[in-house]
Every structure is written in C-alpha cells, then in structure tokens.
Antibody, heavy 125, light 107 residues
Framework: QLQLQESGPGLVKPSETLSLTCTVS??????????WGWIRQPPGKGLEWIGNIYYGGSTYYNPSLKSRVTISVDTSKNQFSLKLNSVTAADTAVYYC?????????????????WGQGTLVAVSS | EIVLTQSPATLSLSPGERATLSCRAS??????LAWYQQKPGQAPRLLIY???HRATGIPARFSGSGSGTDFTLTISSLEPEDFAVYYCQQRNYWPLTFGGGTKVEIK
C-alpha cells in the first residue's frame, strides 16, 4: 500500500523559507507515468494546488506561487520536496503531498489518488 | 485560470436522502473533472475522476455526470459516513484548480 508522509517545521518566521519533504513508502517515486504534487489548505478554507513534479524532474507550478516555489525530487531517498520562500501569514496552511493517477489511455490524469496526512505550517514571528 | 463554483455551499439532509452537488466551470473543461470527499482532520479522498469514473473502492451510491461547464455529484442514499465536505477539481488547464467546496451536513 502506497503511503506518503510530510515532514518539516511546523512554524516558520515571516520572510523566511518554508521547507517540507514528502517521503514515499510502499512504492517507488521513480515509477514511470506518475506526477507527485503539493496542495495546501488554509485553516477552514478550500484546497489550492501548488505544483507537480515528475521523477525525471519536470515540473508544473501554480502561477500564483511560481515566483516563490521550488519543487524537487530525490529518487535515491524516494522523496520529493517543497520550498516556498518569502512566506507571510497568508501561507499558513495544512500542506499535503500527493500522487496523481498517472498516465492512462492517451494522457496524464492529474487527479490525486494518494495523499499524505498533511502537516500544518504556521507563519508567525 | 479556470474558476470552479460549487453550489450549494451547504446541503442539509438526512441519512437515506439523495444528495445532488453542483460544480460549474468558468469555461469548458471537457470531461476532465474530479470529485473529492474530505472529513475533518483528514486528507481529501478521490471519489470520481473524468466526470463519471469511480475511483478504486468507492461505493456505487456515488455517481458523477456532466460535461463542458456543468457537473453533478450525486449520492443516491446518504450513509452516516457521507457527511463531509466535497470538492471538485479540473485538470483540463494549468493551473489545476479546485472548487470552494460543498458541505453536506446532517439535518
């Protein structure tokens, strides 16, 4: 059974960099045809897609965050990571990592079928 | 960016009743729309993808329909565990976007 687990600091100071890692177990992050993503959810609000990465390194980012976001992958550790710089209180959220449904038929299905439990990151001095 | 508008914001129903949730896209997303269920303190769970395909392990009481800009998630007979928040998500355009959610609460 595939499992994803987010890890990282729960508190980040304004203007600093939020860094999270997602560790994948029960399967290989290098499996072809899957993208791996980050999604966040401010307390009491809806879901916001941050970005996706393929094990080979290709990425898609949400334009609203693109100037501040970097997603990377470490296949040797079966992990992928999120860095969000210059954070403000508006970046306070539960951050989820997830796996998409992958390539099926003739295209990629960018829906998320496996999720981590989420980790709350608060931005505060 | 595709804006997904979900309605109603809250749906108050009793167990056994039928739930009909709506998701409207600001422009056509073809059939590339999914539905998720989220319970308090939990990650979202994929229910339906590409409008009408149930994800693995999802009961048959959940069904999806629609195309273009108007989509519907139907729960044929609400079970106690179905009271939750439901989100739609489109994959036809970058960035991937989610609707604002519909809360299905016990009446």
């Amino acid at each position: 059974q595939l499992q994803l687990q987010e890890s990282g600091p729960g508190l980040v100071k304004p203007s600093e960099t939020l860094s999270l890692t997602c560790t994948v177990s029960g399967g290989s992050i290098s499996s072809s045809h899957y993208y791996w993503g980050w999604i966040r959810q401010p307390p009491g609000k809806g879901l916001e897609w941050i970005g996706n990465i393929y094990y080979g390194g290709s990425t898609y980012y949400n334009p609203s965050l693109k100037s501040r976001v970097t997603i990377s992958v470490d296949t040797s550790k079966n992990q992928f990571s999120l860095k969000l710089n210059s954070v403000t209180a508006a970046d306070t959220a539960v951050y989820y990592c997830a796996k998409d449904r992958g390539y099926s038929g003739d295209d990629y299905q960018y829906y998320f079928d496996y999720w981590g439990q989420g980790t709350l990151v608060a931005v505060s001095s | 960016e595709i804006v997904l508008t979900q309605s109603p914001a809250t749906l108050s129903l009793s167990p056994g009743e039928r739930a009909t949730l709506s998701c409207r896209a600001s422009q056509s997303v073809s059939s590339y729309l999914a539905w998720y269920q989220q319970k308090p303190g939990q990650a979202p769970r994929l229910l339906i993808y590409d409008t009408s395909h149930r994800a693995t392990g999802i009961p048959a009481r959940f069904s999806g329909s629609g195309s273009g800009t108007d989509f519907t998630l139907t729960i044929s007979s609400l079970e106690p565990e179905d009271f939750a928040v439901y989100y739609c998500q489109q994959r036809n355009y970058w960035p991937l976007t989610f609707g604002g959610g519909t809360k299905v609460e016990i009446k």
